[in-house]
């Protein structure tokens, strides 16, 4: 019993040392406590002390890159590419910790967006601190330029996001949680310090920054208290003033509108009142549309007759409101996505290609699954072991890879390069969709059945395609931690089109088709 006693005692101290220490530097308590960085399984174990780089918490560092495989064609070729990843670089659910193989991940997966959140989100109490006489000090970089190096070395492209956590004067002794800054001014020096600072125009750049970062989420999830204490109101200050700083110093970069509507099990009674509050604050403020891009997450969710009718009725919401206060519609980012609770591998990977089909037919332009790679188990706490985002990932946390990093590989091959303007939604009959993409001028189709029964459809394939290449997009063979002829790991049938119409049978397994 003494055990168990003293067991919970340094449990709570270590939560605690947390969720004091960690959060005062801004970015939100993503779903776990931390325990500790391990040495092995690719975690980062140089580290830096928080607060004035004197405090008792170590901020992940990442490491130095010495060897680049930088290559600007190929940033160029991806600059549309809607695949990527939230958080790669954490191991989850541990906060503190560094993946420091996770760009060479993305590289096998052929994703080449990226955005950080957590202690390597651009937080202004991050940066900057404040001297005892109320200036603020010189900011602090060197985190967050080894991990843009470290990215952009992977052809990787970048999404910040900026956090007004407003540094204090005198030691900080607990969260400081985003809101509308007291001093305002002082607010827009930094997102503009920022932004110039990776902008890449040759003026106070970052040393050694190879491509401009030109995408700025203010904010993340500020409709929940618990990530941004402020209302809707608020946080339309806030947008109007990071948008003006963000285009001072680079016009040509893309300020993006963080989530306003709320949804899931966490909504409250009124999901739409951040919103609508944010709205009718920028109308009456006069001034022009302070973004050029709305994010909407979608996590979780469990009905999947639902999925495509759910997120299209919240994009569409948000949009409608918008015209209603007199603001013109504007593309949809989705910067963190993830399946359903609870779902085995095979499902997983199921409903990700499932999301990703919805969400392209959608318009949406990126999409970023939430996390890589889980942390190994041992050293985890309970909580920590059953965290949500822990399992939605597609590497365990010995380092094997699930069904659905292959199915995300598959996709990725199968669809990157598309006309994305060209995707149409086609049908949905009895709970069977069909996705129609066009790539290379030729068609490629994604069919999912949600009906939980085999079910039989036509597709109009046209009178060019004799044949067609149908693939099962979930694993059949054992895929392990690696395979080098993954294709392999997919059942394949080739059927002949008959009369311009393809027949096909379809069960739980979602499939990709391509004609020839």
Known sequence: MCRINKTLIVLSLIIGLFNITCNAQGFPPRRGPFEGNRPDGGMGREAIRNGDREGKVQLPMPPVTTTSSFDRALMDVKKDSPFGFFDPNMMRFQHLSFYRDFASVMNDMEAYWASFGATFS????????????????????????????????????IIGIIVASEPITGEQKGRIMPSLPKDLEGYKRFVKEVVERYDGDGKEDMPGLEYPVKYWLIEDEPMWRMYFNGTGSDYAVVLDAAYEAVKSADPGANVICAMLREVGNKASSQPRAFMEDFFKKLAESGNKRPY???????????????????????????????????????????????????????????????????????GVKKILWSGVRAAPEMGLNREQMDNYFGRVTLIKGDGEKKPAYWTYKLMVKMLDGSDWDKTEFLQAEDGVYVFKFIKNGMPVWVVCNNNGNESKIKIDAGDDIKTAQVIKAVPEEKYGKDSADYLNLFRHEELSVKEGILEINIGEIPLIITGK
Do not use: C, M
């Open 122 to 157: 651009f937080g202004w109490a991050l940066i900057q601190k404040k001297n005892p006489d109320g200036s603020y000090k010189e900011s602090y970089w060197e985190r967050h330029d080894r991990l843009i190096k470290s990215a952009q070395a992977h052809n990787i492209h």
């Open 292 to 362: 050029d891009i709305i994010d909407q997450h979608w996590i979780g969710g469990e009905d999947i007759y639902r999925q495509y009718s759910f997120y299209k009725e919240i994009i569409e919401d948000i949009d409608s409101t918008a015209r209603k206060h007199g603001f013109t519609s504007v593309p949809f980012f989705a910067l963190e996505i993830a399946g359903p609770h609870n779902a085995t591998e095979e499902i997983q990977a199921a409903d990700l290609l499932r999301r990703y089909a919805i969400l392209l037919s959608f």
